[in-house]
């Protein structure tokens, strides 16, 4: 089952692009810590259907 994309327009103040880590049943995503108690959306940005390859390292960007 694939998900479709879609185009979304988002204004904002900065942008990271990073790789989400599990963490317990779930995973996180690190971001600044001037960014705590701040209005955030996180965009997943690949197809969460496709597996991730087993060689791919969760921690770079």
């Known amino acids: 089952m ?3 994309t ?3 327009e988002i204004t904002g103040y ?3 692009e990073k790789r989400a880590i ?3 049943n779930g995973a996180h995503i690190l971001v ?3 960014w ?3 209005r955030c959306k996180i965009i997943l940005l690949e197809d969460a259907d496709i ?3 087993e060689h ?3 921690g770079v960007e």
């Open 2 to 4: 694939s998900v479709d």
């Open 6 to 8: 879609m185009k979304i």
């Open 14 to 16: 900065q942008v990271l």
């Open 22 to 24: 599990k963490s317990g």
């Open 32 to 34: 600044p810590v001037s």
């Open 36 to 38: 705590v108690g701040r």
């Open 51 to 53: 597996p991730v390859p």
């Open 56 to 58: 791919s390292n969760p």
